[in-house]
């Protein structure tokens, strides 16, 4: 089972930028996708962002699309998500995740590993 452990989260004033990693190890890093989620005080856990085994493929919430971009290096084992222009209404507690499969998923349900977690708050 692939283990992860987030980097990265912080305060910025609105209109900043944050880049989050994802660090990950097993070696089935390269075939499986990968995904960010998150989770704002009182809310339900929210799909960001997902990427496929290669990184051909991506998918983005409608929240974040324009704003936010999610790439991966399998060499590093890492995933990121640049956010840009963020806004109070991203913060939340941020999640990594990993597939179970090689194509992009988007429903929590179809990722198996999460990380811990790192804290973004965008203050305005």
């Known amino acids: 089972q692939v283990q992860l452990v987030e980097f990265g989260g912080g305060l910025v004033q609105a209109g900043g930028s944050l880049r989050l990693s994802c660090a990950a190890s097993?070696?089935?890093?390269?075939?499986?996708?990968m995904g960010w989620f998150r989770q704002a005080p009182g809310k339900e856990r929210e799909f960001v962002s997902a990427i496929s085994w290669g990184g051909g493929n991506t998918n983005y919430a409608d929240s974040v699309k324009g704003r936010f971009t999610i790439s991966r290096d399998n060499a590093k084992n890492t995933v990121y998500l640049q956010m840009n222009s963020l806004k109070p209404e991203d913060t939340a507690v941020y999640y990594c995740?990993?597939?179970?499969?090689?194509?992009?998923?988007?429903?929590?349900?179809?990722?198996?590993?999460w990380g811990q977690g790192t804290q973004v708050t965008v203050s305005s």
């Open positions: 995740a990993a597939g179970h499969r090689s194509w992009v998923q988007t429903r929590t349900a179809d990722f198996v590993s």
């Open positions: 097993g070696r089935t890093f390269s075939s499986i996708a």
